[in-house]
């Protein structure tokens, strides 16, 4: 097993490389000044569509829903677990350098959702299919469906192997072990229960259920964090000069930190980041595509709050947790240092963050189902969807018995081999993000 972990570490160095992390961040500073700061200037308005958009247009869920789904897969362990990894790997100056991925990300989530909608197409079965793999092919052309093969491919992978299976479940059943000491097994055997009884009815029972849980679950854990951060908050001032001293100076080894480069800290905060906002991974379109809307702007907008509320809100408060407390400098990790931070700050906050972590987990578990699902659909037709329901659930089952570093390799590098083929898409579209941005903008002037 060791071997395997080498192995897997080294493809995930190579993956994650500065040719990757330059790409990203690039193609999201590109972005930034074609569509003239509109994470900035426009974030307002964005966050109105959320609740005042009118479903117009032709889809299968409300801007919400899809909202709702995307936000359902990609706030999950990455925010909890992730954060936590990226701190103990690269200091507190890993947290900066996910706001900036996170900041650059938003403008790439916008073009997303654009282009998501601008090229989506009706299925077999009468359902919406759009994403990356769509508008690779549709708007780069036929010659260039390779790139849209590779990426539903990849897709797939990262959600039967990455993001969608191992690491949610593994996150569940070590948390809730942990909290109340239930055994992995009973604990597997309810999630995977529950994901079968969910995902059977596709991304409007998706849509239904985390359109229910993510509000909830995002105000219970922003409170919650919250309240760490009010016990604690004579340390706070220190922690944020931490965090901006550690972004580019080396971080010192002590208690239980071994000391991180500022090389280190840059790359996990991006590729933590990344895994957490997936902004430039090309998943989220897959669940714009499915909106009712009119305008490919407007979903694009809608879009763009998820990496705010999942990177700018969410990851933040847990980095500042963790940091304010000391958690990050202990021997816990994962789950456990974030569990040991609420804990820290009162009674039940383990038993808190544990409810969180699961709620996250599964409803990310339920946002990659349908990223994959769509993604195989592209590859071989509807006929696909019931063999790769199954092969999913059953993998949920086996997601709690693989080992936490193995687990994250995995899916990091699965992630960056999703995230090169729409990255090529969204520098080649980036003309019609802009003509699509100027034409909604104009229709909001005149109206």
Wanted: with cysteine; proline share 4%; hydrophobic share 55%.
């Amino acid at each position: 097993m060791h071997q395997v972990e080498q192995w897997l570490d080294r493809a995930d160095q190579l993956v994650w490389g500065a040719p990757l992390l330059i790409l990203l961040v690039g193609t999201g500073i590109l972005l930034t000044i074609r569509l003239g700061l509109l994470q900035v200037f426009r974030l307002p308005l964005a966050l109105k569509l959320v609740f005042t958009s009118r479903n117009e247009g032709h889809g299968d869920v409300s801007s919400f829903g899809a909202l709702a789904t995307a936000l359902a897969a990609t706030i999950g362990t990455g925010n909890i677990v992730g954060v936590a990894t990226a701190i103990q790997m690269g200091g507190p100056g890993a947290l900066f350098w996910m706001w900036v991925a996170a900041f650059f990300g938003m403008a790439t989530k916008f073009a997303e959702g654009v282009l998501a909608v601008k090229y989506r197409k009706i299925d077999e079965n009468g359902h919406i299919s759009g994403g990356p793999m769509v508008y690779i092919e549709q708007g780069l052309g036929k010659k260039f469906k390779p790139l849209a093969v590779f990426f539903a491919v990849s897709g797939v992978l990262v959600a039967l192997f990455g993001i969608g299976t191992f690491p949610q479940v593994n996150a569940i059943v070590t948390s809730v072990q942990s909290s109340v000491g239930v055994p992995p097994v009973f604990t597997a055997i309810v999630i995977t229960l529950l994901t079968l009884l969910v995902t059977v009815g596709g991304i409007k029972n998706i849509s239904v259920v985390t359109s229910k849980i993510v509000p909830v679950m995002a105000v219970v854990y922003i409170l919650t964090s919250c309240v760490v951060l009010f016990v604690f908050a004579d340390k706070l001032p220190a922690a944020l000069s931490l965090v901006f001293q550690s972004a580019f100076n080396p971080t010192a080894a002590g208690g239980g930190f071994l000391g991180a480069t500022v090389m280190m800290a840059i790359r996990t905060g991006i590729a933590r980041g990344v895994f957490s906002n997936e902004a430039g991974l090309g998943s989220a379109p897959i669940a714009a595509a499915a909106a009712k809307v009119k305008w490919p702007a407007e979903q694009g907008l809608i879009s763009m709050t998820g990496t705010f509320i999942d990177t700018i809100i969410i990851c933040t408060l847990t980095g500042l947790t963790l940091i304010v407390t000391g958690a990050w400098n202990g021997a816990a990790e994962g789950a456990a240092m974030t569990q040991a931070a609420f804990g820290a700050a009162m009674p039940l906050g383990s038993f808190i963050l544990m409810l969180s972590l699961v709620l996250f987990a599964f409803t990310t578990i339920l946002g990659w189902n349908y990223y994959g699902e769509r993604c195989i659909v592209y590859l071989f037709g509807v006929k696909s969807i019931l063999p790769y329901r199954v092969v999913f659930v059953l993998l949920i089952g086996a997601g709690a018995f693989i080992k936490l570093k193995a687990v994250w390799l995995l899916a990091d590098i699965m992630n960056g081999l999703m995230a090169l083929p729409n990255l090529i898409a969204l520098l080649g579209l980036s003309g019609v993000v802009v003509a699509e941005t100027r034409l909604y903008f104009r229709h909001l002037k005149k109206n």
